[in-house]
């Protein structure tokens, strides 16, 4: 695996493998890699000649300090693990090749209500962030294709979005969220859950399986409240939002009129360890 830390090279390396007519496929993480990750990794190497990974914890997406200083870092497993998958090309740049000091990042996009609700209302600037850094590097690494997990599926509406508007030349190739046998989504954040904790946590997975099973029989409002009530059951969790929006717009959606676009979406503290997770209601 050939291993960049400065733009230049990288950029450059790949370039010589799009002039053969080589196409690359490209994972873009914050390192910590999991299960999640390694199935983005495969997919990639399944439609692509090369798969190109990055590994850079972006400082401009944390609003929150601690969160920031909290975030794993396990950059020698990290490099083993994508080794092991056959991942062709990683890109870890510092801080400062990214962001040089005096640089700015205008991103030309502006994302309407898409970055309003959900976890942009309650992480403001994060998508921002997102975009500024994934934008970024499909500049360096120009890939033909771009994975995403639909865990996050808020990011990846952002990053469709943004491809759309600035007609950027890569394929967002949305990828089912990975699951533990139990259900819980998986998430580097897992790993912060106590025992007790790591045991109650499949629930959040539960409710939205049964949020699935009674979409459309009852009001959307009466599902919602029943979906926050069943969880906070154990005082173990604090539901952060439960919302069911339109899969396009993210904005909330009042009845079943349009269905087939609902889509549940849960952020969730159990202990102090923030989950997320969410599910299509039709498809
Ligand atoms: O999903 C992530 O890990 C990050 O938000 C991403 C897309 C790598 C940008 O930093």
């Given at each position: 695996m050939k291993q960049f830390?400065?733009?230049a090279e990288i950029a450059s390396y790949l370039k010589g493998k799009r002039d053969s007519g080589l196409t690359s496929g490209f994972v873009p993480t914050m390192g910590a890699l999991h299960e999640g990750h390694l199935t983005l990794i495969r997919r990639s190497k399944r439609e692509n000649d090369l798969t190109v990974c990055s590994i850079f914890v972006n400082p401009a997406q944390f609003n929150n300090a601690?969160?920031?200083i909290k975030y794993p870092r396990t950059l020698v497993r990290d490099l083993?693990?994508?080794?092991?998958?056959?991942?062709e090309v990683?890109?870890?740049p510092?801080?400062?090749?990214?962001?040089?000091e005096g640089e700015n990042y205008p991103l030309d996009v502006e994302f309407g209500e898409l970055d309003k609700v959900m976890e942009g209302k309650f992480r403001p600037g994060h998508f921002n962030g997102v975009a500024i850094v994934v934008k970024k590097l499909f500049g360096i690494v120009e890939p033909t294709r771009a994975y995403f997990g639909k865990k996050d599926?808020?990011?990846?509406?952002?990053?469709?979005?943004?491809?759309?508007?600035?007609?950027?030349?890569?394929?967002?190739?949305?990828?089912?969220?990975v699951r533990e046998p139990d259900g819980l989504a998986i998430s580097s954040r897992n790993t912060r859950l106590t025992g007790v904790e790591r045991s109650l946590a499949p629930l959040i997975h539960q409710v939205l399986l049964k949020v699935r099973e009674n979409a459309g029989k009852q009001p959307v409002h009466e599902l919602k409240d029943w979906a926050i009530?069943?969880?906070q059951e154990d005082p173990a969790f604090r539901v952060e939002y439960f919302d069911i929006g339109d899969k396009n717009s993210l904005m909330p959606i009042e009845t079943w009129y349009g269905k087939d676009r609902a889509v549940a979406f849960i952020a969730v503290f159990?202990?102090?360890?923030r989950l997320i997770d969410n599910i299509e209601l039709f498809s």
């Open positions: 830390k400065r733009i601690e969160d920031l083993e693990m994508l080794e092991e998958e056959g991942c990683v890109f870890v510092e801080i400062p090749e990214m962001y040089p599926f808020q990011q990846l509406a952002i990053i469709q979005h943004m491809v759309k508007t600035l007609n950027l030349p890569v394929e967002i190739v949305p990828c089912e969220t009530k069943k969880i159990l202990g102090d360890v």
